[in-house]
């Protein structure tokens, strides 16, 4: 079976799943409309889901400015000169097929862990630097198959340190504090449990990587858009001469070192004078901070900045959206209804199971592991307290079905594919393996192990 055979086939259920879901947005609108619905057959009255509309609807008002700080901060961030050298770089280490979808799968992943804009950003650019570098090497590397491995590296950041539910859950204010307190990362993302996961899922996608090898190459030159992008680009130098005063200060380093030292003092201050634990505005802090001194003048800064804000057009609408179902949900007798059945037929061996499961269901129509958390931590946490396990397990195992959406609906394969310049349906298909992968391991590992 040739692997071109190999796609049409895996490719048949994420194919029929792309033509039956809407995009987020129209997703999100009827969501609300169902969840209305919903509410008013469970006897609500309507000034009472009205006034659960309500109180939702803008109740997320910085959780929203925070990811999408984080949307724009991490795309500038992994266009700097510096990130495409380091690629470039490591490119050249593997001499082999199987050394080079390994090597790109934990460099991919690795960033992902880091934070999960800067993997997104960066895995089809690996895929890129890694698969220009096999060809003129002559290293026989099916170029869709690594933009499919690297895509499958990115799960890593579900429980990595930009993880948006257990960031959330772990900041000072967030919507559930009245029911769980502030949850510490070192139970979630930090927990045997995380850990164990994020090994074993590493270990066996590169195993699986290895093996799925396609024997029939497709050069990136077959690609001439993404072999473009296979080049690193230095700043242009700035003549000064003939600059206004205040075009002096935006285009000198001393300014946004000013910034970095701005920037550091916050961060000593939160982590060793406060004694706080990292959270979102500690991460966002940290990446304007390398934003700004890796651009090295304002006017660069601003430059790349303005290109990425474009891309975090969706989560400033859609935050709002989801955060007005969850408010239907909390706010009315919805939450506690779905909790008490999901309870009735759930255990604490089948409870991570049941809501893996239903995470992939929302995550198809919510593509933001924020949003989904906002939907669904209220009944996961009254779910888990019902059948007598951790709420920590329960979030954990949620992280395992919103990434099962991210791997069985076109949306983040679209954005990588973007930045790819290639059509998502190339390597759509590979895809789904790791997926089955990843779905099994977080089955098994948030049974049984401990969090």
């Known amino acids: 079976m040739t692997p071109e055979t190999r796609i049409g086939k895996w490719q048949r259920f994420p194919d029929l799943i792309s033509r039956l879901v809407p995009d987020a947005i129209t997703a999100s609108v009827i969501l609300t409309i169902t969840m ?8 609500n009255p309507l000034t009472q889901v009205m006034d659960a509309y309500h109180q939702g609807l803008w109740m997320l008002l910085p959780f929203t400015m925070q990811m999408t700080l984080i949307i724009v901060l991490s795309a500038a961030l992994a266009a700097t000169p510096l990130f495409r050298r380091t690629i470039a770089g490591l490119a050249r280490l593997p001499n082999s097929p199987k050394q080079i979808v390994a090597l790109a799968f934990l460099t991919s992943g690795a960033a992902a862990y880091l ?3 800067l993997g997104y950003a960066l895995g089809p650019m690996i895929a890129i630097y890694f698969a220009a570098e096999a060809e003129r090497r002559d290293i026989p590397v099916d170029f869709p198959f690594l933009l499919a491995v690297t895509y499958s590296s990115q799960a890593l950041w579900q429980y990595g340190l930009s993880a948006s539910g257990p960031l959330l859950v772990a900041s000072k204010g967030h919507f559930l504090q009245d029911i769980i307190g502030v949850v510490p990362l070192s139970t979630t993302i930090w927990s045997p449990a995380a850990i164990i996961h994020e090994l074993a899922y590493a270990t066996a996608s590169v195993v699986a990587a290895c093996w799925l090898l396609p024997k029939t190459c497709r050069w990136i030159s077959q690609y001439p ?46 982590f060793f004078v406060k004694r706080l634990g990292h959270d979102i505005n500690s991460l966002n802090v940290t990446l304007l901070l390398l934003t700004f001194l890796l651009y090295r003048t304002v006017k660069r800064f601003a430059k790349a900045v303005e290109l990425s804000a474009g891309r975090s057009w969706a989560v400033i609408v859609l935050y709002h959206l989801y955060a007005g179902v969850a408010g239907l ?9 779905v909790a008490r059945m999901a309870a009735s037929i759930s255990t604490a061996a089948t409870f991570p199971l049941i809501t893996a499961i239903a995470g992939s269901v929302f995550a198809c129509f919510i593509p933001s592991s924020g949003g989904q958390w906002t939907v669904q931590g209220f009944v996961t946490v009254k779910t888990a307290m019902g059948v007598g396990v951790s709420v920590q397990r329960g979030m954990l195992a949620l992280g395992v ?3 099962m959406g991210n791997f069985l609906t076109p949306f983040w394969y679209v954005v990588v594919a973007g930045i790819a310049r290639v059509d998502f349906r190339i390597f759509f298909g590979y895809a ?8 099994a391991i977080g089955v ?3 049974t049984f192990a401990p969090c």
């Open 444 to 446: 098994v590992v948030f």
């Open 401 to 403: 079905g919103d990434h």
């Open 225 to 270: 858009e993404s072999l473009a992008l296979a080049k690193t680009v230095e700043p242009a130098a700035i003549d000064q001469r003939g600059l206004s005063f205040s075009q002096r200060l935006e285009n000198h380093p001393i300014v946004s070192l000013s910034m970095g030292v701005l920037l550091s003092g916050w961060l000593v201050d939160h």
């Open 329 to 337: 949900v909390q706010y009315t007798n919805v939450g506690d209804r």
């Open 432 to 439: 789904l393996v790791f997926a089955a992968i990843w779905f």
């Open 36 to 43: 209305v619905a919903i509410a008013l057959a469970l006897k």
């Open 115 to 117: 934070y999960w804009g």
